[in-house]
């Protein structure tokens, strides 16, 4: 959900970030949905270019917040860097610019707020897993980072999206949405009220363990889509980006919503249901990726929820469709009056279908457990 954004507003906005050299360029980047993404092209001889976003601060209305968090993680992955790489650290994590006043982001007069990045070279991603190869090492990505980060206090990360993976916080708020019945379309969706009653207890799963003290609160991504992957011309991890949903979470979420976005080849709003299938060789890999890095720290608790997350996450994402389709479709942007529902069906017959392999999804994860 981005903004309308004037190049006049964009030129005078970069003018305020530290950078090395003079602007030559400026040129919209990438295709995030979110924040307004620019490159910006300097006169500097280190080859050095820089990634220059205006914020939504509709969604992040906690911007310092927002910038404390990236900065506090990114200044903690770069202590965890090997020696061969702290002089070019910031190619391997996402590095902030400052403001020439030294702060983390500069708020304009239209009351928007900017900030810059150094550009991480020579990399690519991909939107769509098509390999075992790039599932292993989407995991073994977010493996390493949250390995990187067991040793930082998850209480000094801001929550700057307040319940994002609370299944009871998106219950009540479905809940709600049925008793209002708004546009009128509960009756259309009782078959898919029952599917998700039939199934609330087990998804509260996590949330009790991580209640009854049994679940370690670490610092979590929340939003482990393989896009986030940056890799070297090798298909090698370099880098972990969009840092923005950094909170504290459980290492479960982590997992199951990067196993939602890869094990199923069928688009998050395919109409054909039958198209709904697992791709078992990606979550192998992704599995065996993530595992590699992450077993070591990881609890024998929290290697036990790691299913759990798997069957939480699509039925959240779910559970959250069918909300904004019950509400008149105000959150998620829509294509046509049913697109939500179509959404929804998606993810519960993703939701379905991960059931039914269950005995086998937890045998691979017992193997690489091991």
Not at 22 to 48: E, K, L, Q, R, Y
Not at 86 to 114: C, H, M, N, R
Not at 142 to 161: H, S, Y
Not at 344 to 354: A, G, I, P, R
Request: proline share 3%; glycine share 6%; net charge negative.
């Amino acid at each position: 959900m981005s903004i309308l954004t004037n190049s006049a507003q964009v030129s005078e906005s970069a003018k305020n970030f530290e950078f090395l050299g003079d602007i030559i360029d400026i040129v919209p980047f990438g295709s995030g949905h979110i924040n307004d993404t620019f490159c910006v092209t300097t006169t500097n001889t280190a080859g050095i270019s820089y990634l220059l976003q205006r914020i939504n601060h509709h969604i992040f209305a906690d911007v310092a917040g927002l910038m404390y968090n990236i900065q506090l993680v990114e200044n903690h992955l770069k202590r965890k860097l090997p020696a061969d790489k702290q002089a070019l650290a910031d190619q391997y994590v996402l590095s902030i610019i400052p403001t020439k006043e030294e702060k983390l982001f500069f708020q304009d007069t239209d009351g928007d707020y900017w900030r810059m990045f150094v550009l991480i070279r020579n990399t690519k991603s991909y939107d769509i897993v098509e390999t075992p190869q790039q599932a292993r090492e989407g995991g073994k990505a977010f493996g390493q980072f949250q390995l990187n980060l067991a040793d930082l206090d998850a209480t000094k990360i801001v929550e700057v999206l307040p319940n994002f993976h609370n299944i009871d916080f998106r219950l009540s708020n479905l809940n709600k949405a049925i008793e209002k019945n708004s546009e009128g379309r509960l009756a259309a969706v009782e078959d898919i009220i029952q599917f998700i009653r039939a199934r609330e207890s087990r998804m509260k799963t996590i949330l009790k363990q991580a209640k009854d003290g049994l679940l370690p609160l670490r610092i979590t991504h929340n939003d482990t889509k393989f896009n986030n992957v940056l890799l070297d011309a090798q298909d090698q991890v370099q880098c972990v980006i969009d840092l923005d949903t950094v909170m504290p979470g459980h290492v479960a979420y982590d997992f199951g919503d990067a196993i939602r976005t890869i094990i199923n080849p069928a688009a998050e709003d395919e109409t054909d249901l039958s198209k709904v299938k697992l791709n078992i060789p990606l979550f192998e890999a992704y599995t065996a990726g993530y595992l590699g890095e992450a077993k070591g720290f990881l609890t024998a608790a929290e290697l036990d929820s790691l299913l759990e997350g798997v069957f939480l996450l699509p039925f959240m994402q779910g559970v959250r469709f069918l909300t904004d389709y019950l509400e008149g479709d105000h959150y998620f942007k829509v294509a046509y009056s049913d697109h939500n529902l179509v959404r929804t069906k998606t993810q519960f017959k993703l939701v379905s279908e991960l059931e039914a392999a269950e005995n086998e999804l937890q045998a691979i994860i017992e193997k690489y457990v091991k």
